[in-house]
């Protein structure tokens, strides 16, 4: 049955608005009908009994109270009336085979500005702590005099036939606007109540003649494909790259799911030209499923860490509204138990206008290990693929399979496919070991704690790594909420606040976020009830304790390291650009705390004395395999307060608030 397709391929350009959808490993596609309705906000998608594909803007993290150059573009709805199911084989069959032409090939950002941009991003971002990543765009951008319906058509059986390992590969037709891609990555679904995020990240870009491009390779090449996807795995940034999203992505599925987020993985996600490690989050919610959607916009993998500070340092370093790129498409599906939501990323997406308009934007994830004239090659190579099936680069030869299949290891003779076997192997051991530094909070589900009765205010400080906090705080038996920095009582009634980690420089008592976070540790101080500061908070807490705070020679983002903590060795996970300086087991010049610090560098770890402790490293983080562990002991210290200090008469821990209010200058 393809009476629907035929019907759109036969109008052309008088075609209705549509939606035509293939997910990975599934032997049909969707051909979806409807009418186009544009709403403002996530919550006002109209989900009223009929099945609604929705194309959401970047600009939509503005809900969250984010930064984004705003271009007025709508949450497109195109509300379904009429559907069919065609197999996969006959579909391609019917979508036009001839290429449509695509000119005047440029792109807006040239390879000298992005690599100057990158440069400014690790210098300028990165290094004053706004973050620990950020994805900055550019567009390929060319013209078309095809009817947008049968362009974006054509590109479809393009994408379907020379793509693979594409989450969705799909084709969109609304008045003005146009879209075909083959995105990789799903962001969010919500599925009988099973929230998944797919978070994607880590680039290793095929060689010409690899195996994994070409469908077949000698012996020679696919041992040296082999190898050079080996160093992949092993390169640094590659590998903090991806434990940094899936950080990130842990936050949403902390403030969507009740019980958290697990993750399972890592695995390759294999593309006709590129090759990516991936993971998969899972947990359970009842929340609206346009609710999942706003409190998960959008992606790390397309924006950076954290969220609110990527948001501003995009519009700080791109000069134009980003459209629909890194926002979402997301299908809201009405079943017998409610709505099921599944959204994939819109990046490997083309948009054309009825102007005969082409874009294609892209983007890299930056770091602090990044290589300028690495990532201008990433964001061309992700493009690529693409561009391709617009026409617009010339096509190799691809063994297409059955779309999800692996034909990484399909050779012309015996000794290339036991050359690929034994790669295989020595990949599949390299990847599952990558879990033996990881957390097993986030890992296996852990019994709670029974409840303690006690409550705990955890404040943010711009930093989403505060919903994993309250989390395991959760798991350790507290009753926790979560309060913004500017909400936050200076007179907490709760048992235990925590003071959460943040972007920025502690020292600068210029941000208001700062000054508040000082003024809401030192209140807290002054009443003598039990405290917890974490990263920022630390930094915060060491300078009004007399200790110089100063910048790193290089941040420490994504890093894991084994420190001492109070006689005790743990491995956590580090983000911090700024750190305090002491010797190992001295006592602040204020409040008299005791130092953990490093015996070489005299890098302040943590902090502690009655009723007050202090960590520099995230102990939520997947990164942090001794996290809850060092989380129970340090709250369990300030609670019960059996540490037995070496206060100096002058360094209370009950002094007034005026006594430890001024900052101390960085020495």
């Given at each position: ?5 035929s ?25 979806l ?8 906000l ?11 594909v929705?194309?959401v803007?970047f600009?939509q ?5 984010f ?12 509300v ?17 085979r001839h ?10 950002v040239?390879?000298d500005?992005?690599?100057a ?14 973050g620990?990543?950020f ?6 951008t060319g ?47 919500s ?30 090449s ?7 996807l ?15 999203v ?17 993750i399972?993985?890592?695995f ?14 899972e947990?359970?919610?009842a929340?609206?499923p ?6 998960t ?5 397309v924006?950076?860490s ?8 995009i ?7 980003r ?20 959204a ?20 890299a ?5 990044s ?23 010339p ?18 003779d ?26 097993a ?17 955890v ?6 790594f ?18 913004p ?17 943040g972007?920025?420089d ?28 974490v990263?920022?908070?630390?930094q ?24 001492d ?16 300086a002491?010797?190992n ?10 130092v953990a610090?490093d015996?070489?560098t ?5 902090l ?12 939520e ?6 996290g ?11 609670l019960?307060?059996?540490?037995s ?11 007034p608030?005026?006594?430890i ?7």
């Amino acid at each position: 049955m393809t009476r629907l397709l035929s019907s759109l391929l036969a109008l052309a350009a008088e075609a209705p608005p549509f939606a035509v959808i293939h997910r990975e490993h599934e032997p049909a596609l969707d051909v979806l009908v409807g009418d186009v309705v544009d709403v403002a906000l996530l919550a006002d998608i109209p989900l009223d009994g009929a099945e609604v594909v929705a194309l959401v803007p970047f600009r939509q993290v503005r809900e969250r109270g984010f930064a984004a150059h705003d271009d007025d573009a709508p949450i497109r709805c195109l509300v379904v009336r009429d559907r069919e199911t065609v197999p996969l084989e006959e579909a391609i069959g019917l979508l036009p085979r001839h290429p449509v032409v695509v000119d005047d090939l440029d792109v807006d950002v040239s390879d000298d500005d992005y690599a100057a941009t990158v440069r400014r991003v690790i210098d300028d971002e990165i290094g004053r702590g706004e973050g620990a990543n950020f994805v900055i765009r550019r567009e390929f951008t060319g013209s078309t005099d095809a009817a947008p319906a049968t362009a974006v058509l054509g590109w479809l059986r393009a994408l379907l036939e020379h793509e693979s390992g594409a989450y969705w590969t799909f084709a969109l037709h609304t008045p003005g606007l146009s879209a075909a891609g083959a995105t990789p990555e799903r962001h969010v679904s919500s599925i009988d109540g099973v929230v998944s995020m797919n978070p994607i990240s880590g680039t290793f870009r095929h060689g010409e003649g690899d195996a994994v491009a070409a469908g077949s390779a000698s012996a020679a090449s696919a041992a040296a494909h082999g190898d050079r996807l080996l160093a992949f795995l092993h390169d640094v940034k590659e590998r903090e790259e991806l434990v940094m999203v899936v950080d990130e992505e842990l936050k949403m599925m902390s403030a969507v799911c009740p019980e958290g987020g697990r993750i399972r993985g890592p695995f390759l996600k294999r593309m006709s030209r590129l090759t990516h490690t991936e993971y998969l989050l899972e947990g359970r919610s009842a929340l609206d499923p346009r609710e999942v959607l706003r409190r998960t916009m959008f992606a790390p993998t397309v924006t950076g860490s954290p969220m609110g500070n990527a948001c501003s340092v995009i519009a700080r370093h791109e000069t134009t509204p980003r459209g629909y790129y890194a926002g979402v498409l997301a299908r809201f599906t009405p079943r017998a138990h409610g709505v099921d939501l599944d959204a994939p990323i819109l990046i490997r997406t083309a948009y054309l206008d009825d102007g005969g308009r082409v874009r294609v934007p892209v983007g890299a994830t930056l770091v602090r290990h990044s290589d300028p004239a690495g990532e201008v090659a990433e964001t061309r190579a992700k493009a690529a693929g693409v561009l391709t099936a617009l026409g617009a680069l010339p096509r190799v030869p691809a063994a297409r399979t059955d779309h999800g299949g692996d034909d990484a290891g399909a050779t012309t003779d015996a000794a290339a496919a036991a050359a690929a076997a034994a790669a295989a192997d020595r990949i599949d051991t390299l990847l599952a070991a990558r879990n033996d530094h990881l957390a097993a909070f986030w890992r296996i589900p852990q019994a709670a704690h029974p409840a303690r009765g006690l409550d705990a205010l955890v404040i943010d400080a711009g930093d989403d790594f505060t919903t994993m906090l309250a989390h395991q705080l959760r798991h350790l038996g507290f009753g926790a909420r979560v309060v913004p920095w500017h909400a936050a009582p200076v007179a907490a009634s709760e048992d235990l606040v925590v003071f959460g980690p943040g972007p920025g420089d502690p020292r600068n008592t210029a941000d208001p976020r700062v000054a508040r976070m000082r003024e809401l540790i030192a209140a807290r101080l002054a009443s003598g009830r039990p405290l917890l500061a974490v990263c920022l908070s630390h930094q915060v807490l060491a300078d009004l304790a007399g200790l110089p705070i100063e910048r790193l020679q290089a941040p420490r983002q994504g890093v894991q390291l084994e420190v001492d903590v109070f006689g005790d060795r743990a491995a956590i996970g580090f983000y911090n650009t700024f750190a305090a300086a002491a010797a190992n087991g001295s006592t602040t010049p204020s409040l008299g705390l005791e130092v953990a610090s490093d015996a070489a560098t005299g890098i302040v770890h943590a902090l502690r004395g009655p009723r007050v402790a202090s960590v520099q490293g995230h102990l939520e983080s997947v990164t942090s395999p001794d996290g809850l562990a060092l989380l129970e002991r340090l709250v369990d210290g300030v609670l019960r307060d059996t540490w037995s200090p070496r206060l100096p008469a002058s360094g209370l821990v009950g002094a007034p608030v005026g006594a430890i209010g001024a900052p101390t200058r960085s020495r």
